[in-house]
Nanobody, 124 residues
Framework: QVLLLESGGGLVQSGGSLRLSCVAS?????????MGWYRQAPGKERELVAL???????TYGESVKGRFTISRDKAKNAVYLQMNSLEFEDTAVYYC?????????????????WGQGTQVTVSS
């Protein structure tokens, strides 16, 4: 059973920083696939925050570029998100994500695994 366990959310003032952590277990595919973070604010769709490939290449959502940094520890099946210069608009539930790419009958299949989410609240 795949389990993604997040930690590090909380309440912070605008301009402050937080660091989110996620540790994955229950699978042997994490180190060879992408892992990252998404978020969902009330009344909005879930959106990409940051994703890092197994090779270490990051992708960031436009609104967090220059402020957030993603990193991974493949040996620990962990992914981290350093969030600096937080803004009120960053308030959301942040979800850890692990992707799994497999091939079955010559078809490429993609799966997404999610953590339970951690609340980040930025006061203005």
């Amino acid at each position: 059973q795949v389990l993604l366990l997040e930690s590090g959310g909380g309440l912070v003032q605008s301009g402050g920083s937080l660091r989110l952590s996620c540790v994955a277990s229950g699978g042997d595919f994490f180190s060879s696939n992408a892992m990252g973070w998404y978020r969902q604010a009330p009344g909005k769709e879930r959106e990409l925050v940051a994703l890092m490939t197994s090779g270490g290449d990051p992708t960031y959502g436009e609104s967090v570029k220059g402020r957030f940094t993603i990193s991974r520890d493949k040996a620990k099946n962990a992914v981290y998100l350093q969030m600096n210069s937080l803004e009120f608009e960053d308030t959301a539930v942040y979800y850890c994500n692990a992707k799994r790419k497999t091939t079955q009958h010559m078809k490429v299949l993609m799966y997404d695994y999610w953590g339970q989410g951690t609340q980040v609240t930025v006061s203005s």
